[in-house]
């Protein structure tokens, strides 16, 4: 398989292992960002000993953790030893190891261990407290994908691993500009598009092919009953939560346009009080994020909106699962059509204010005003989608345009409008910005342009 980027997550990882000491670093992010295979490049020519996690019996995962240590060995012996405790089975793979390079000790999947050994943390900080310690030749990851599990129970003040850890890899999908780089042969429309339905997952982007449309690899890879991704959503879920029924209707109700409480308790059909249970849940996996309205004014629980983050789910529970009765009734290529084909371009229209605010965070990054922070705006007068607040007392605020502009004069008054409703008691400078599919030829000196061929030329230059 192809690997992408990661250049920073791998040197940092390398540095920590030519290091003069036991190291110890979690890795953890969302299911399919590729937090695997990063410690696969990582190890491959290093000696490992990985164990990735599954729901079964504490004997078997400690059975294959011995096996998986006499292959790194070449010790058969290994293989041969019965021990059901992992303090045990710890301390006899480190006897077998010989002087020289570093061991690293993959756990993958950390939570699984867990569940069938809860033990297993007071485990590894009694050994990073003591033997570990003094022989400066060990290198454990923790690797875990449910990220309020990897926060509370390995990073978190009450776990017994607190304060051992040498660092960590918040693993987070790529952003555009390197999710491009899985489609190079690709427009920067096509690419924003595959964007806009894989995300920087690239677990998903691989089975983009950029040798066909982006219609052709919605139809065989998404709408086909056989297709890598048709129930890839489906399987995704089923692995993380129970009560599927009520996630997938809370679900199905955040991809359809409900942001508040009110309208997806409303919407999906799950009381009140459930309701923020269930959200949590979905937050804490890092499918649901929870958003504010960004200004210089106090904002107040009531004005709390929740979004789908993940772009397949919000594909697949848009377009998909709301027409599985007829998708199984008709071919991909007429789904397409009939399903997708009249609303996608406007879908494509909300997904590029999401890619907006990510350039311009981008952009941020490289200038010289400071602190900032990017989001939107909306009260009950307003929307708007792309408001940057720095700290050199500068604020700008944006409209996003996918479609044709039919006219950059109606476009730009259509921006001040909104401009005159946002509140700005300090009397900070507005800076006005268009961002827009194509370019706009007819331009003002007051405002700001950013053309999809722009955006993309934002990214840094060791990806340009």
Known sequence: MDFFGRNKELAYLKEAYLSNKTEFIPIYGRRRVGKSELIRQFCSDKPHVYLMGKQALAELQITEFM?????????????????????KALQLLIDHKKEGKKLIIVFDEFQWLVAASPELPSILQELLDTEWKKRRDIFLIL???????????????????????????????????????????????????????CGGVPYYLLFFKDHSSIEKNIINHILSEFAPLFREPDFLLREELRELQKYYS??????????????????????????????QTLLEIGYVRRKFPLSHKKTTKNE?????????????????????????????????????????????????????????????????????????????????????????????????????????????????????????????????????????????????????????????????
């Not at 999906?268 to 959200?279: Q, R």
């Open 67 to 87: 096996n998986e240590g006499a292959r790194c060995f070449k010790q058969p012996l290994l293989r041969e030893t019965q021990t059901r405790d992992w303090k």
């Open 143 to 197: 690797c875990g994908s449910y990220l309020g599990f990897m926060e509370k129970e390995v990073l978190g003040e009450k776990s017994p691993l607190f304060g051992r850890r040498s660092g960590q890899i918040f693993l987070k999908p790529f952003p555009y500009y390197e999710a491009a780089l899985f489609h190079p042969r690709w427009s920067v429309v096509d690419k924003a598009k595959a964007y806009f339905i």
């Open 250 to 279: 809370i679900l199905m109700s955040l991809a359809l346009g409900s942001q508040t409480l009110p309208q997806l308790a409303q919407q999906s059909g799950v009381g009140d009080k459930k309701l923020s249970y269930y959200l």
């Open 304 to 464: 709390v909106r929740f979004i789908l983050e993940d772009p397949l789910l919000r594909f697949w529970f848009f377009f998909v699962y709301p027409q599985q009765s007829y998708l199984a009734q008709v071919s991909p290529e007429q789904a397409y059509l009939a399903v997708l084909k009249p609303r996608l371009e406007s879908y494509f229209g909300v997904c590029f204010e999401n890619l907006c605010r990510e350039a311009l965070t981008c952009l941020s990054a490289k200038s010289s005003l400071g602190s900032f922070q990017v989001g939107e705006y909306w009260d009950k007068n307003v929307q708007i989608d792309v408001v940057g607040l720095y700290e050199k007392e500068k604020i700008i605020l944006g409209e996003c345009k996918w479609g044709k502009v039919k006219s950059s004069t109606a476009l730009k008054a259509e921006l001040e409008a909104k401009i005159a409703c946002f509140p700005n008691p300090k009397g900070l400078t507005i800076r006005k910005a268009l961002f827009t599919q194509k370019e706009i030829t007819k331009k003002e000196g007051d405002v700001e342009y950013y053309s999809l061929e722009k955006i993309y030329n934002l990214m840094p230059s060791k990806f340009c």
